[in-house]
């Protein structure tokens, strides 16, 4: 087993991951549930194309909260190599590139949203603009979903490296691991099995407490004495 120590320096790196990583969720969870999902019926376009269109604001900052999540995952992808790099270099790479593919997938899939705003906004004359807006909202969905396949292997990554490092608790590293699988199997029921995601969709409760425990313990991280 890999005994590692904190030092001043590590521990710096260690609570702005921690921080990075609460933005990620506070702003991932913020756009998607609390902002943008009671907007959208994906049964109804038009009642979506009116939701959307009497809450212009609400629609575009969910936009906005999730460009802030992309821009801290990217910082937190180099973090988190510069954190566990001396305890696996390739497994800690591996782990940055494939989080690093998932915030440039999740980034890009926002010009989804966006061309579904400029459908309602500005072609409010065009024939069966509500369906095609329809569309790419779900196509959104979709790339946001494929975008946590590689988040989902990243995790499975990073479970290891907490585990092998010594510097917190096994169980986080557990937590991890569980949570990449969940991401895993919903991405890929998305994609082949859509029927079943909405029964498997609590699951997912598993990741948000997996990751928001490691997020604490991250920004809990004191100075060695």
């Not at 194309?49 to 906005?64: C, D, V, Y």
């Not at 779900?138 to 990554?157: E, N, T, W």
């Not at 907490?162 to 991401?183: D, E, H, I, M, Q």
């Not at 407490?209 to 100075?223: D, G, I, K, V």
Request: contains cysteine.
């Amino acid at each position: 087993m890999i005994i590692h120590t904190f030092t001043p320096e590590l521990a710096q790196k260690v609570r702005l991951a921690g921080l990075l990583y609460l933005v990620i969720i506070i702003a991932g969870l913020g756009a998607e549930l609390g902002l943008r999902a009671p907007l959208i019926d994906l049964g109804d376009a038009d009642a979506t194309a009116a939701a959307i269109l009497e809450a212009p604001g609400r629609f575009r900052l969910a936009i906005a909260a999730d460009l802030l999540m992309a821009l801290c995952d990217a910082g937190l992808a180099i973090l988190f190599y510069l954190i566990f790099r001396a305890i696996a270099p390739g497994l800690a790479l591996s782990a940055m590139v494939f989080r690093l593919i998932q915030t440039v997938l999740i980034a890009a899939n926002l010009m989804a949203l966006q061309a579904a705003w400029l459908l309602l906004s500005d072609s409010p004359g065009m024939v069966d603009a509500h369906k095609l807006a329809l569309v790419f909202l779900d196509l959104h969905g979709h790339g946001y979903d494929l975008g946590l396949v590689f988040f989902g292997a990243g995790s499975l990554m990073m479970g290891a490296l907490v585990w092998r490092s010594g510097l917190f608790a096994k169980a986080f590293g557990l937590g991890l691991t569980v949570a990449g699988l969940v991401y895993l199997v919903g991405s890929g029921l998305r994609f082949f099995a859509p029927g079943l995601l909405s029964a498997f969709a609590p699951a997912y409760a598993i990741t948000i407490l997996a990751e928001m425990a490691f997020c604490l313990r991250l920004l809990l991280q004191r100075n060695p004495v």
